[in-house]
């Protein structure tokens, strides 16, 4: 098999002051840039024949693009995967655009032109990446790195992965370096009034500058977990404990620890995990594609929900007026259930397979489905195709919470969703993601018994 890459980043940086987004504040104007934001796209392509020969037939085109974003909308992020799709010849579901869930990063939805000027961008990238396409080798491997901390009380699950994908060009020099990691981009607190890209940024400086290549970073399932490191002059709810790190070079400390678990799980790396194209491997070595499964909201009554919006207040001091008027104006039209589809895309380069949902995805989600594929370079991912709300575990739904409830007392308008899902939804969603992940028919056949499918 042939496979090639192209791949360019362009800066997405606003030019001016624009509303910040992923903290509860009454002010959220940036007051400068700390780093600048970037957008990556690269375009990947499998032909038939081996490399250097002829050129043969094209196979399989998909697009993975990175945005330093707290997430756009749904609606908005798929504007952006037809006008990519309509640029490569390809259909949405072969575009998976994946947010690194920075705290810091403009309001594409309020933001006034800064949507369009961000799709400018990446269809600026796509086009330079289509042009500068190279045949590649790709190599993977997982690292462990400590950077996140689970912040539900008496929760220690932590998805420590760090995925590496590396494309070679025919000389054996890097093209690029792709990382998945797991932690919330939220380094820096509420009192940070400068864009930034969070910890990514820092991570991208120091691993190109060590091995000479570009890195994307995709963000995992890290609806509950924070980042061990922050920089803040206040303790935040998501900071309490010993086992966060307060510091200026908090930043920093984040990317020095991915650092070192790249360079051990390099020199580790096992031979087998590469797909040359001097050899054809088993079957295709790139896919894409999307499936879609219908989740279930059941609102609750408005007693139940004055209990909410009042521990919402006491704990986080969020008013849950406006949704209490609204889960109102619901019950007064005989709405008691809302109903919401949401697409599972699948992107697979060799073994090693990005699945990605919009949800804010509790860790667990990741791990369940890692463990029951038996597959550890199978990494489920939120913030995926857009931003929703959080989707906890059914242990985490029976505890409440900011994660459970509370956010979507703020939040509820963007979501076009008051409350969530039923607590057995997310049984449903792993075992769905497992059903129709592109693993071996000897791997499925395994799954589909010790899940009884």
Excluded at 341 to 347: N, T
Excluded at 427 to 445: H, Y
Aim: glycine content about 8%; overall charge negative; proline content about 3%.
């Amino acid at each position: 098999m042939n496979v090639k890459l192209g791949f360019c980043e362009e800066e997405i940086t606003p030019e001016r002051p624009v509303p910040l987004v992923g903290f509860y504040r009454e002010d959220d104007t940036s007051r400068g840039v700390l780093k600048p934001l970037l957008a990556q796209v690269s375009v990947w392509e499998e032909w038939s024949g081996k490399s250097g020969e002829e050129a043969g037939t094209l196979l399989e085109r998909c697009v993975l693009i990175a945005i330093d974003s707290i997430g756009f909308t749904t609606e908005l992020t798929n504007a952006l995967r037809d006008q990519v799709g309509r640029e490569l010849g390809v259909s949405r579901e072969k575009v998976m655009v994946c947010f690194s869930h920075t705290h810091a990063a403009p309001d594409a939805a309020t933001a006034e032109g800064y949507f369009d000027f961000a799709c400018k961008k990446v269809l600026s990238a796509v086009k330079k990446a289509q042009n500068g396409m190279e045949c590649v080798n790709v190599r993977f491997e997982n690292g462990r790195a400590q950077i996140g901390v689970n912040r539900r009380a008496g929760n220690d699950a932590l998805d420590d992965r760090v995925g590496i994908l590396e494309a070679f060009g025919e000389r054996e020099e890097r093209r690029l370096m792709l990382l998945r990691v797991t932690a919330h981009g939220n380094v820096l607190k509420a009192d940070n009034y400068l864009v930034s890209p969070d910890y990514f940024g820092d991570v991208r400086e120091l691993l190109s500058e060590k091995y000479g290549c570009p890195v994307m970073v995709i963000q995992g399932a890290a609806g509950n977990i924070a980042p061990k490191y922050f920089c803040s002059k206040n303790t935040p709810a998501d900071a309490q404990g010993p086992q966060f790190v307060r510091s200026e070079n908090a930043l920093a400390m984040m990317a020095e620890e991915l650092c070192r678990s790249v360079e051990k799980a390099i020199l580790e790396r096992i031979p087998k995990n590469s797909v040359e194209n001097t050899n054809a491997s088993e079957g295709s070595a790139l896919q894409a594609y999307s499936k879609e499964l219908t989740l279930r909201s059941v609102l609750p009554s408005m007693e139940r929900a004055r209990e909410i919006a009042a521990e919402a207040m006491e704990k986080c001091h969020i008013d849950g007026t406006d949704w209490l008027a609204e889960l109102s104006r619901l019950h007064a039209q005989g709405i008691s259930v809302q109903e919401e589809k949401a697409e599972v895309q699948y992107f697979r380069i060799a073994q090693f397979c990005l699945c990605g949902m919009a949800y804010e995805l509790m860790t667990e989600f990741a791990l369940v489905v890692a463990e029951g594929l038996k597959d550890e370079f199978f990494y489920l991912n939120g913030y995926t195709n857009g931003i929703l709300s959080y989707f906890p575990t059914k242990e985490e739904y029976d505890l409440g919470g900011y994660e459970v409830y509370w956010s979507l007392l703020i939040y509820h308008k963007s979501f076009h969703r008051v409350f969530p899902f039923e607590r057995e939804e997310a049984d449903r969603v792993t075992e769905f993601v497992m059903q129709n992940a592109p693993c071996r028919e000897s791997k499925k056949k395994d799954v589909r018994e010790k899940y009884g499918w």
